[in-house]
């Protein structure tokens, strides 16, 4: 295989691509698609929280909120 045959010079040369595509956006429409807002069970419920110590943050995130948002000791 040799340059543009081989699949990762290829795909190599389509993120180049992106890239550069990327590049030439105004600031204003990278940052509108930059950030993708996602909705998080819980957390997104309240206007504000506030704990005394890291170790009440910590129990009420696991008593709390879904394992995959990934706040807890274990996922």
Known sequence: ????DD???AQLEEWEADFEAAARRSLRVRFRYAFI???KPVMDDADFRAFDTT??????????LPSWLGYGREV
């Open 1 to 4: 295989m040799t340059g543009r």
């Open 37 to 39: 807002r996602t909705y």
């Open 55 to 64: 170790a009440a943050y910590r129990a009420w995130c696991e008593a709390n």
């Open 7 to 9: 699949p990762a010079s």
